[in-house]
């Protein structure tokens, strides 16, 4: 059980387009879901909260404009990347919580975002 | 805010010899505290976690101390196994089921 889902893998995509990534919780219904960002040889930075049916909320110097996200249903949150530049070429990472009342967290397999 | 410091950022040992990787956390009123392994490419995958109201806690090869008074928690994997080699993360978050915050991590290599 617990299982987190992420799609798309990865993906490429040229400067000042947008791209979308989808996680899922596949096993269980997911009130809260976390956007994680990683550069290489580094450690997980979270970038957001996602909470079902209210605004995200957000780190400090993560730009809310320029990554989107969506918390639709309790089994979806999306990560929107607007007008993406080299920069924003990243590994993405979502987790959720297990359930209410419980701090575990399980992780999505993660996004390769490359931005030409 | 929560601080968690890791070390070694790099272990390496021999297959069959154990590992311990060592956590320290900032903020008191953390009470839990994750284990995650990462492969290359992939998203962290838990392994184990252990609560502020609990000492030790073992799982198998792995297992994990708290010492609250200290603030630091660690983790011991024995007989080692060169699918062990990957990097581990602890984290830490405070009651509230708030966010984690992640140590820097540690690259252990098993050399078989």
């Known amino acids: 059980g617990a299982v987190v889902s992420q799609h798309p893998s990865r993906v490429i995509c040229k400067s000042g387009t947008s791209v979308k990534i989808e996680c899922r919780s596949l096993?269980?219904?997911?009130?809260?879901m976390f956007w994680y960002r990683q550069f290489p040889k580094q450690s997980l930075m979270l970038m957001a909260t996602?909470?079902?049916?209210?605004?995200?909320?957000?780190e400090q110097g993560v730009e809310k404009d320029k990554f989107l996200i969506n918390h639709a249903s309790l089994t979806l949150s999306t990560l929107t990347v607007t007008s993406a530049h080299p920069e924003d070429s990243s590994f993405y990472i979502c987790?959720?919580?297990?359930?209410?009342?419980?701090?575990?967290?399980?992780f999505g397999p993660g996004t390769r975002l490359t931005v030409l | 805010g929560e601080n968690v410091e890791q070390h070694p950022s790099t272990l390496s040992v021999q297959e069959g010899d154990s590992a311990v990787i060592k956590c320290t956390y900032s903020?008191?009123?953390?009470?839990?505290f994750p284990w995650y392994k990462q492969e290359l490419g992939k998203g962290p995958q838990l392994i184990i976690d252990?609560?502020?109201?609990?000492g030790e806690k073992k799982d198998q090869r792995i297992a994990v101390t708290l010492n609250k008074t200290a603030k630091h928690f660690s983790l011991h994997i024995t007989e080692t196994q060169p699918e062990d080699s990957a990097v581990y993360f602890c984290?830490?978050?405070?009651?509230?089921?708030?966010?984690?915050?992640f140590g820097q991590g540690t690259i252990l290599t098993v050399h078989p």
């Open positions: 903020d008191s009123a953390s009470n839990y």
């Open positions: 252990i609560r502020s109201n609990v």
């Open positions: 096993d269980f219904q997911a009130t809260t």
């Open positions: 984290a830490a978050t405070p009651p509230g089921y708030g966010k984690l915050t």
């Open positions: 987790s959720a919580r297990a359930g209410v009342g419980t701090d575990t967290q399980y």
């Open positions: 996602s909470n079902e049916g209210s605004k995200a909320t957000y």
